[in-house]
């Protein structure tokens, strides 16, 4: 008759669970499946499986790590036997390098510098070209895709992102030479 | 610069991207800034990508976590439903038993049905002051700053703020919790209360929203249904909780989050 109280996963628990580990297994799911929608339904899955798992929340930090990266490697397999296709042994996860890798406080701050300093630097560019841009670096369109997607020109996207490299480029050099005059001028 | 000698110009620029990004040998050494240019735009959207995946995949799992919390309140709700039903059990089970044991009625003397009714009103008048006694206990646990009137227009018999919930016992009332520390609002509600309510509790970290819980809740006439609703503070400072009944605020309690 009497029910017990399931064990659930504290909110900031899961949080710093997501912080840390979420980038990783996204990368790596990334890395293996084609689709970047299969990558974020895995991700989710993941962290849901986590929830919903009677035991997850008594398991040590350790264990709830390795829990989630094989529930991730189980997934990925889900998704290939789905698609009748197998996950090449070189795309297999490797948590561990990828642990070294980012857990480096130096070469996190330095990535986070070029980041802010790359994104302060598109911030000074006109709306269009910074819309351009985005369609080219982050959906990966070719410029007659984005002309078809914006309704201009082939040739005009063309100038476009022309004009946005080129002023990134002197963008930098400026700064480089220690100048701080970022004039807009076309 | 001419056509050749700058990959940026218009007519080459796509293809250019397009050679940095499947890795194809450009040209000349002098370029090497331009190729490390695009691979730093590569990275830079390729990171802010991420950054949107994660955070949309994020706010799906918190969905999806509140969901559960919410779950988990209704099973510490039927808890308390499950221990008065338990309670009141044997007493039932008395009335059947006399039930059972009982001749049918036709065949009842006039002595037997007057007995018969005295017998149940007794029951009845045992059941209601057992109810009125459990109700006043509740009552005298609750800290003075927490407790709700009995008025009628209230439909809380007692609001309280725990760091732990009992199924048995009333919650204490607590006014400062701290950082990790779950904070549990318990309430009780009013025996009046009958038909289908929502009961929202919003918590507030140093004067932000930081979660919603609501629970829908049938009133039930004769038993004080009790509601427990769980947040976890993840900064210290002062938190706040607005309690809210069919979307009218009807309550707010403060309390301190230490480190």
């Given at each position: 008759m009497k029910q017990s109280c399931p064990a659930t996963l504290d909110r900031s628990q899961l949080a710093q669970l997501y912080h840390k580990l979420a980038p990783k297994i996204l990368r790596s799911v990334q890395r293996q499946v084609s689709s970047a929608q299969d990558a974020e339904d895995i991700l989710i899955e993941?962290?849901?499986?986590?929830?919903e798992s009677a035991s997850f929340a008594s398991l040590s930090e350790h264990d709830q790590q390795a829990w989630l990266w094989r529930v991730a490697q189980n997934k990925v397999i889900d998704i290939y036997r789905r698609g009748h296709k197998r996950p090449s042994l070189t795309d297999q996860f490797d948590d561990s390098s990828l642990e070294e890798i980012s857990s480096d406080p130096e070469w996190i701050s330095i990535q986070h510098e070029e980041v802010d300093h790359l994104a302060q630097l598109i911030g000074r560019l006109p709306?269009?070209?910074?819309?351009?841009?985005?369609?080219?670096?982050?959906?990966?369109?070719?410029c007659a895709q984005i002309a078809a997607k914006v309704g201009k020109q082939e040739s005009s996207i063309r100038a476009l992102i022309s004009r946005a490299l080129k002023r990134l480029r002197q963008y930098h050099q400026e700064q480089e030479k220690g100048g701080h005059d970022y004039g807009l001028t076309e | 610069m001419g056509l050749q000698s700058d990959p940026f110009h218009p007519e080459q620029v796509d293809e250019y991207i397009e050679n940095v990004t499947q890795n194809v040998q450009t040209r000349a050494p002098k370029?090497?800034?331009?190729?490390?240019?695009?691979?730093r735009l590569q990275v830079y959207y390729a990171k802010r990508k991420e950054e949107d995946i994660l955070e949309r995949a994020w706010k799906q799992i918190v969905q999806r976590y509140e969901k559960a919390t919410f779950?988990?309140?209704?099973?510490?709700?039927?808890?308390v439903e499950c221990s008065q039903q338990e309670r009141l059990l044997p007493m039932k089970q008395a009335i059947e038993a006399d039930t059972l044991s009982m001749p049918s009625q036709g065949k009842l003397s006039l002595t037997q049905r007057i007995g018969l009714f005295a017998a149940l009103l007794l029951i009845v008048l045992l059941v209601g002051s057992l109810a009125v006694m459990l109700t006043m206990s509740h009552t005298n646990h609750l800290a003075p700053s927490v407790a709700v009137s009995h008025s009628s227009a209230s439909p809380f018999q007692s609001i309280t703020l725990s760091d732990s919930i009992n199924q048995t016992n009333p919650a204490s009332s607590m006014s400062s919790f701290t950082v990790g520390q779950p904070v549990w609002f318990v309430c009780t509600l009013n025996v009046q209360v009958t038909g289908f309510n929502t009961l929202t509790v919003k918590w507030y970290e140093n004067g932000s929203l930081v979660a919603t819980n609501t629970s829908g809740q049938r009133g039930t006439p004769h038993l004080a249904a009790n509601v427990a609703l769980s947040h976890t503070f993840t900064v210290p400072g002062n938190g706040e909780v607005e309690v809210l009944w069919n979307g009218q605020l009807v309550k707010t309690l403060t309390f301190s989050v230490k480190a």
């Amino acid at each position: 008759m009497k029910q017990s109280c399931p064990a659930t996963l504290d909110r900031s628990q899961l949080a710093q669970l997501y912080h840390k580990l979420a980038p990783k297994i996204l990368r790596s799911v990334q890395r293996q499946v084609s689709s970047a929608q299969d990558a974020e339904d895995i991700l989710i899955e993941v962290f849901v499986a986590a929830l919903e798992s009677a035991s997850f929340a008594s398991l040590s930090e350790h264990d709830q790590q390795a829990w989630l990266w094989r529930v991730a490697q189980n997934k990925v397999i889900d998704i290939y036997r789905r698609g009748h296709k197998r996950p090449s042994l070189t795309d297999q996860f490797d948590d561990s390098s990828l642990e070294e890798i980012s857990s480096d406080p130096e070469w996190i701050s330095i990535q986070h510098e070029e980041v802010d300093h790359l994104a302060q630097l598109i911030g000074r560019l006109p709306p269009l070209q910074q819309q351009v841009l985005h369609l080219r670096f982050s959906e990966n369109l070719r410029c007659a895709q984005i002309a078809a997607k914006v309704g201009k020109q082939e040739s005009s996207i063309r100038a476009l992102i022309s004009r946005a490299l080129k002023r990134l480029r002197q963008y930098h050099q400026e700064q480089e030479k220690g100048g701080h005059d970022y004039g807009l001028t076309e | 610069m001419g056509l050749q000698s700058d990959p940026f110009h218009p007519e080459q620029v796509d293809e250019y991207i397009e050679n940095v990004t499947q890795n194809v040998q450009t040209r000349a050494p002098k370029q090497e800034q331009d190729i490390q240019l695009v691979q730093r735009l590569q990275v830079y959207y390729a990171k802010r990508k991420e950054e949107d995946i994660l955070e949309r995949a994020w706010k799906q799992i918190v969905q999806r976590y509140e969901k559960a919390t919410f779950i988990s309140s209704e099973n510490a709700q039927k808890f308390v439903e499950c221990s008065q039903q338990e309670r009141l059990l044997p007493m039932k089970q008395a009335i059947e038993a006399d039930t059972l044991s009982m001749p049918s009625q036709g065949k009842l003397s006039l002595t037997q049905r007057i007995g018969l009714f005295a017998a149940l009103l007794l029951i009845v008048l045992l059941v209601g002051s057992l109810a009125v006694m459990l109700t006043m206990s509740h009552t005298n646990h609750l800290a003075p700053s927490v407790a709700v009137s009995h008025s009628s227009a209230s439909p809380f018999q007692s609001i309280t703020l725990s760091d732990s919930i009992n199924q048995t016992n009333p919650a204490s009332s607590m006014s400062s919790f701290t950082v990790g520390q779950p904070v549990w609002f318990v309430c009780t509600l009013n025996v009046q209360v009958t038909g289908f309510n929502t009961l929202t509790v919003k918590w507030y970290e140093n004067g932000s929203l930081v979660a919603t819980n609501t629970s829908g809740q049938r009133g039930t006439p004769h038993l004080a249904a009790n509601v427990a609703l769980s947040h976890t503070f993840t900064v210290p400072g002062n938190g706040e909780v607005e309690v809210l009944w069919n979307g009218q605020l009807v309550k707010t309690l403060t309390f301190s989050v230490k480190a």
